[in-house]
């Protein structure tokens, strides 16, 4: 265990009042039913009836025929079909939806035992924004499709799950519904064996392809952009959400930080955003980050730093359910740092006044300046940091988590005494993506994976995890 100066923890510390002082902090609605208590038919048609088509179209609605509500971000639907070739690559789109297309996911697996009927999957999901299935309500139309990637012609007629005669909705069992992981309708191919990894898994992905901070869809996506005042940082500055914005770049949509100051309190911008929820505990964390060493316009020398971490709030000095896991880059020092250094800080507990802290960490001092992949895992006997695929550090058990926590990604200065000139300047820290896969420990190179699935499939949000 290592303890970090007692000026490093203003940072945690202050941050808990952020999580705290915001109304945000509110958690999604628990309405979720359990697989024992939900009860779910899907019922199918084409669109597009022919043995061989441009894009397969399989519509569907799904029916919640149990006694409870159903959320529907635990439903998962899987369409079972024989690829052309082993090495064609699908895309999925929707056509309309009574839901919303922005409500509905497809991503596409691979069966590990194929049969003559089927290989590959199109699984259909559903973001949080869809809501909840009442007892006897149905999602309504959902006109789905999917094509090859290079756009040849696809045959249908082998396909497991595909019926060209069906033009009007019935139950069909030759597609397989999932509610929280358990099958509970349909038959699937003897060989339905995906190549996910085992034990869960349900995920938040996010591609963060945002039109601005008061996008709508940022918010009904489960983030908040913080606008309440306090710490961490420099006193008397404010968390200015309209510096939180978002644009393309190297093809992918990518979220900008931007931390400014003139050198008061009072022209000291932070740039801070988190989910509302605080939902996540073990599992598989990651983010591709881009820290930045010099500013974007004037003087350099400030203390900032630059972040992607989980954290949840201290009830109490000391209290043992604490819990914060931080990437932490200061490019100019601070904290009793002359110069650049990466942090990654597990953290059990603490007290703020006196001060009294429990951690361990890991640094590296050199320069991180560029995109990187970051990545934590947690399960039961430790916790692990990755950077760029690179072993960084692990961490002991003592230091696991009790209670959920958030996600957060927030970019602030430490103080003024780095740089006390009054020339304006700002540093941008930006985000490509997050993901978390709940309760399954991923290998960088499974992260990416994942992430190359997700963007392959023109995914660009997916929050399966169920609120605490």
Not at 73 to 80: F, L, N
Not at 83 to 97: G, I, L, M, V
Not at 228 to 235: F, K, Q, R, W
């Amino acid at each position: 265990m290592s303890t970090r100066p007692t000026g490093r923890r203003t940072r945690a510390a202050l941050a808990l009042t952020a999580l705290l002082g915001s109304a945000a902090l509110a958690g999604l609605p628990a309405t979720t039913a359990a697989a024992a208590d939900g009860a779910l038919t899907v019922q199918y048609r084409t669109g597009s009836g022919g043995a061989t088509a441009d894009q397969s179209e399989p519509w569907f609605k799904v029916r919640n025929t149990g006694s409870v509500p159903v959320q529907l971000s635990q439903v998962k639907i899987r369409y079972y079909f024989k690829a052309d070739s082993p090495n064609a690559s699908y895309r999925f789109a929707c056509s309309w939806a009574v839901k919303g297309c922005a409500a509905i996911t497809g991503t596409f697996g691979t069966l590990t035992h194929p049969t003559a009927t089927a290989d590959r999957y199109l699984e259909i999901g559903f973001t949080a924004s869809a809501g909840s299935l009442a007892p006897g309500a149905d999602t309504g139309d959902m006109q789905l499709r999917f094509h090859r990637a290079d756009w040849q012609a696809l045959r249908q007629s082998d396909d497991y799950s595909f019926n060209g005669a069906q033009t009007a909705y019935a139950d069909w069992n030759k597609v397989t519904a999932r509610l929280a992981g358990a099958t509970v309708w349909g038959t699937a191919p003897e060989g339905d064996d995906p190549t996910d990894p085992p034990g869960g898994g349900q995920t938040l992905f996010d591609d963060f392809d945002y039109t601005s901070h008061t996008d709508p869809a940022l918010s009904a996506h489960g983030w908040s952009v913080r606008s309440n005042s306090g710490g961490p940082g420099v006193p008397g500055a404010t968390w200015d959400p309209s510096k939180v914005t978002f644009s393309a770049s190297g093809g992918n949509s990518v979220m900008n930080l931007e931390t400014s100051t003139a050198g008061t309190g009072a022209s000291t911008t932070h740039t801070e955003v988190l989910t509302r929820s605080m939902k996540f505990r073990n599992g598989t964390y990651a983010a591709r980050v881009r820290f930045s060493d010099a500013p974007t316009y004037g003087p350099d020398g400030d203390r900032v730093v630059q972040t992607f971490f989980t954290i949840n709030d201290l009830k109490a000095p000391m209290a043992d359910d604490y819990a914060e896991y931080d990437f932490e880059y200061l490019p100019n020092g601070g904290w009793g740092e002359p110069a650049n250094i990466l942090y990654t800080t597990s953290w059990e507990t603490y007290n703020p006044d006196p001060w009294q802290a429990v951690n361990q960490h890991s640094e590296s001092r050199r320069s991180f300046a560029g995109w990187h992949d970051l990545v934590v895992t947690i399960d039961d006997s430790a916790i692990t940091y990755y950077v760029d695929g690179q072993h960084f550090g692990t961490h002991d058990a003592a230091y696991l988590p009790e209670r959920p926590m958030s996600i957060n990604f927030n970019q602030w200065l430490i103080d003024l005494d780095g740089q006390t000139s009054t020339t304006p300047r700002a540093y941008d820290q930006q985000v490509d993506y997050v993901l978390h896969v709940k309760d399954q420990v991923l290998t960088p190179a499974q992260v990416s994976a994942r992430i190359g699935a997700y963007r392959d499939a023109g995914t660009s949000f997916v929050d399966e995890v169920p609120a605490s």
